[in-house]
């Protein structure tokens, strides 16, 4: 349906979809320059078409305010953050983002309540090795320092382990509330619950969002801060995917914006991982070469090992299929022509008899195709390569039924990874 943002300058977009939208030129060029959408001309002068591709959320360029929902239900997409937190925890937001087309008010709601629930345990301590010049002694006395001192006896070089809550988690914790903020149109409540978590990490340091980000990828996880998990991927979240001040440059534009792909990707990483500890290890975005010359780099999503001798690939791929080039065969869903020769790349390059594509099935389908599949189960085909024999299997995780059915199909899908993992060829 054409859209006048002349009188309106707030459109709502679909994952995915496209809309004519009415835009003078320079804002349809800025427009066309952010990642998350695409611009076309149309036939009639004035007019644009405008493409979303996988990015839902919101941003704001100008006076203009573009929403993306995604195709899956806001329960659904809240399941793939995969924060560790049973669905029960999430309704109320989903609830909300199901009624308000904003995203990120929601989603620092949920955030607000389990940091709240994770600091009212205790902020998180733990030991930090300091050094430093002092008058007095404290801790120990760092010899090969002082012994350069030339026999200069203060001030004395310590060295100590200090028991402080100015820790990584803490200041990523911190990083991600402040930020959280200023976000508009979040709750009373929940942004009065933001302060409070502000004021319990007084004293902890203030990093920037790009230094939080970096620190919070290097945290390990323990049984002494596994509690902090939950919270820090909603941190993750906000930091990685939220802009609120306008960046340098023609295209500025202030954002909430969450790739769809990574989070697909990243999910199914997670689940698998779980789902297969003890018989197969799961790698993520693991290097390998196409070429006995390794000129040619290939990188499968994910690399199957027993041993830590790989035994199986797969590849994810999110992106719902065009109808042009997908087809569904008797025997189940057929992927694009071009994922199978990437697949097939990479059986070939680790002499592999077996491989998988596992992509997101349409939810967006007709009424009649979605009563076809109510019964959420795993939907799979394989095809045989001529003259190599090597099987390629596709599998569909449908994203349309209840967390429980997503779970259920993971389960099957990890099951479909470990009967057909095998050995490397002869």
């Avoid at 087809?327 to 020769?341: C, E, F, M, N, Q």
């Amino acid at each position: 349906m054409p859209v006048d943002v002349g009188e309106s300058r707030r459109v709502l977009f679909h994952e995915w979809g496209t809309e004519r939208l009415q835009l003078d030129d320079d804002l349809a060029r800025r427009l066309g320059q952010t990642d998350w959408v695409s611009v076309h001309t149309d036939r009639e002068p004035g007019w644009w078409k405008v493409s979303t591709r996988q990015w839902v959320g919101a941003f704001t360029l100008g006076d203009l305010r573009i929403i993306v929902r995604p195709k899956i239900k806001p329960e659904n997409l809240f399941f793939l953050l995969e924060v560790g937190l049973p669905p029960e925890a999430w309704q109320a937001e989903a609830i909300d983002y199901a009624t308000n087309d904003e995203l990120l008010p929601a989603l620092v709601s949920f955030f607000a309540r389990t940091a709240e629930t994770t600091l009212a345990r205790g902020l998180f301590h733990h030991y930090r090795h300091e050094e430093d010049d002092l008058l007095a002694l404290r801790g120990r006395i760092d010899f090969v320092r002082q012994f350069r001192r030339g026999g200069v006896l203060v001030p004395m070089a310590c060295e100590w382990d200090d028991f402080t809550a100015d820790v990584d988690e803490n200041r990523c914790l911190g990083s991600a509330i402040r930020l959280a903020l200023r976000v508009p149109d979040v709750p009373y409540d929940d942004r009065r619950r933001l302060r409070r978590l502000l004021a319990a990490l007084d004293g902890v340091a203030e990093p920037t969002a790009t230094a939080a980000l970096d620190r919070l990828d290097r945290i390990q996880f323990t049984r002494l801060n596994e509690h902090y998990r939950p919270a820090l991927a909603l941190a993750r979240l906000i930091l990685a995917n939220c802009t609120l001040q306008d960046q340098h440059g023609d295209t500025a534009a202030s954002a909430f914006m969450v790739d769809m792909n990574e989070l697909f990707e990243q999910f199914v990483t997670s689940r698998l991982q779980r789902e297969l500890r003890g018989r197969l290890d799961v790698a993520s975005q693991h290097n390998l070469h196409l070429d006995d010359e390794h000129q040619v780099r290939i990188r499968p999503d994910l690399t199957l090992r027993r041993h830590g001798e790989p035994v199986g690939v797969a590849d994810l791929k999110y992106k719902l299929t065009d109808s042009d080039t997908t087809t569904a065969g008797a025997a189940g869903p057929l992927a694009r022509h071009g994922d199978y020769y990437q697949l097939l790349a990479y059986t070939t390059a680790l002499n592999l008899e077996e491989g998988t594509l596992i992509y997101c099935a349409d939810v967006n389908e007709d009424e009649a195709s979605e009563q076809q599949t109510s019964n959420r189960s795993l939907a799979k085909s394989t095809i045989a390569v001529q003259h190599a024999g090597t099987k390629l299997h596709t599998v569909a995780i449908d994203l349309s039924g209840t967390p429980a059915d997503i779970d259920a199909q993971i389960t099957a899908l990890a099951e479909h990874l470990a009967t057909t993992t095998c050995s490397s060829r002869g």
